[in-house]
């Protein structure tokens, strides 16, 4: 069972799973996780300091995922209240990941890895994470910036 | 049933029923129409000369929904093949409606009416629908243009 | 503007907009708003002592959406967070309309009638909105049973 | 760059972007690009004798996503004609697993490798890959069955 790092701090999220979330096979449609995954990092950013919609608008930067690895244990199921925990894995100028562990009832349910690089907008140029980003990250990550 | 009005061009448009479009009553969850239907209207633009892509970008114009009703009379199924007909109802300054009837092999699923407004881009205040749209409308219809 | 009849019960939800919400326009799709009115009944059954998971399953019944009227006054954007505000409008063994109005800080986006009939499971035939239901509905809209 | 293995069969399908498909960002969102991979899984298996609606129906057995690894290199847009090239690159008894490279007009966009484990329905619990499955694979893959 992926394990939590130690020394990362941990946002915990809610989310509520709807009809419209599930398919005919009954269970929570792989794709919609990512809407709940991207709900948790905008909440830990908001958590964190940063008003991801102030970010955009401000800086004119996007966040755009770049990579994602996501494992699905357990399904989920209509009217879950899932827990979502979240943690910043990697920080540097090139890239930030987020880690999830979705869980229902203290049961591990999905696995996700989901990166994001920087680009400005709106043409989508790849350009370096800033530090307002970089500095939500944990001390132990931040020693590892590239 | 719904008619298709005799002095109208109707657009005809397929789409093929995803997995991931269900929901667990193992039917076409009721908002994942809107998908269908936008495609139809993106469609029949192209078909009259229109490409929505280029509308949006080169004039700064949008066509937001303002209204929509739609009536759904039997469902559609995972791996339907559905077709759309699609015709414009009602083209003047303040608004476009376009009209669909939602078949499979012949029987009426569904009936949709969407009304889109004009709004200028990125702040979307309201405009006037352009020449470049009504004119797509039949002759019919532009004779009742306000 | 729309109005809230004198004699209905209301229920007041609230949702954030997400990312994965808005379209190019930068303002929530139109489609999306059918997630926040189908979660807005859901809360809404349950806190009238309906738990709709439970209600599905032990019945075998489903209640589908066959009608939707939805108008579009002003958009929801990104992180907006939302006050819904619905009731049921009608009430009777043919079907329960729910109506809701969305608002951001007081000023009204959205106004919706979603109607709901009732099938049984899992072919889908139509059949009488059960007793269950039709006693959350307030005791005028009882009155108006048909 | 990704490359295509010598000794597979490849299957190509189109998908057209929507509005619907984008965000706020002007580009795909991420989660999106899980509809259109679903898409050519279905096609592909269609193409090479199984179809998934009667799988799963006449067996009772269900294909559910386990495992997704995507790397979004660059951005679909609105109205854009996508390319999916689609092959599998993995099947034992345990899961098959669909890579595909998607492209815009012979640009790399996407790579993805979507493995899929079988369930029986409706419990859900997994059970072998059946052979009707494995026999799509080719003829180097089916050799390292476990």
Redesign the interface.
């Known amino acids: 069972m992926p394990q939590i790092p130690a020394d990362v701090t941990v946002s915990v999220h809610h989310v509520?799973v709807?009809?419209?979330d599930?398919?005919?096979?009954?269970?929570v449609?792989?794709?919609?996780y990512?809407?709940y995954l991207?709900?948790a990092r905008?909440e830990l950013l908001r958590e964190r300091g940063v008003?991801?919609?102030h970010f955009e608008r401000d800086n004119q930067l996007?966040l755009?995922?770049?990579?994602?690895?996501?494992?699905?244990h357990q399904?989920a199921r209509?009217?879950d209240l899932l827990e979502i925990k979240t943690w910043i894995a990697v920080a540097n100028r090139a890239k930030v990941r987020f880690d999830s562990l979705i869980f229902r009832e203290g049961t591990l349910l999905t696995h996700a890895q989901i990166s994001l690089a920087c680009t400005r907008?709106?043409e989508?140029r790849i350009c370096s994470v800033p530090t307002v980003i970089l500095d939500l990250a944990d001390a132990s990550l931040r020693g590892k910036r590239s």
């Open positions: 509520r709807g009809y419209v599930t398919d005919q096979g009954c269970v449609h792989h794709g919609t990512f809407r991207e709900h905008v008003d991801y919609k996007g755009p995922v770049v990579d994602a690895n996501i494992r699905y399904s209509f009217d907008l709106p989508g």
